[in-house]
């Protein structure tokens, strides 16, 4: 493949005509692609903002191939953030295309051109405000959490710290300075 370069990655014919893995989702749902390269902070900002408006109910995080364990990601910090939310995930794979040609094409002609089939694997989650049917596979409850604000940011301020340790008061740090404090004034 060291004398290919790839030209485009398309999907297969057979995923197009196929609705999605919730095909039954209200018009209001909001659909987070993750890809590769998203960022986390952002994809969750998004979703966290749209999550805290009382008219959204539902949010759907998708991702294929590499993007899987960031989409997974994603929905288990969003799932802390904001408790009392419903999930159903479904797994799936899809099927792509890469087209590659050759990298010296010769002189006047476009060059030999490779097709490559794929199945990567692709999940789907489904976040839901509302209760979902417990019997449809891949449904998880939520959490019971009492100390979780429900459908809130859990996003509580950061105990203050002084300055130079960096680590919370009562830490085994903070305790070894302490009793090493006799042994460093005798050395002076």
Not at 9 to 16: Q, V
Not at 25 to 43: D, F, Q
Not at 127 to 147: F, I, N, T, V
Request: charged content about 25%; hydrophobic content about 35%.
């Amino acid at each position: 493949m060291e004398n290919f370069k790839k030209v485009r990655t398309e999907e297969a014919d057979t995923e197009a005509e196929s609705p999605g893995p919730f095909a039954d989702l209200a018009p209001g749902a909001v659909e987070m692609k993750v890809k590769e390269g998203s960022k986390i902070r952002n994809l969750l900002g998004f979703a966290t903002a749209r999550m805290e408006q009382p008219t959204t109910r539902t949010i759907v995080f998708s991702g294929c191939g590499r993007a899987v364990t960031k989409t997974v990601t994603c929905v288990e910090i969003l799932k802390r953030r904001l408790a009392g939310l419903h999930q159903v995930t479904r797994l799936r794979y899809r099927s792509l295309r890469e087209v590659w040609e050759s990298r010296p094409p010769p002189p006047g002609s476009p060059g030999p051109s490779l097709s490559v089939h794929k199945n990567v694997p692709a999940v789907s989650i489904l976040l839901s405000k509302d209760a979902l049917d417990p019997g449809q596979p891949g449904y998880q409850p939520p959490e019971p959490r009492p100390d979780a604000q429900t459908w809130a940011p859990a996003l509580a301020p950061a105990p203050p710290t002084a300055p130079g340790l960096k680590r919370s008061r009562g830490s085994p740090a903070a305790e070894e300075r302490a009793s090493l404090t006799p042994f460093l004034e005798e050395s002076v």
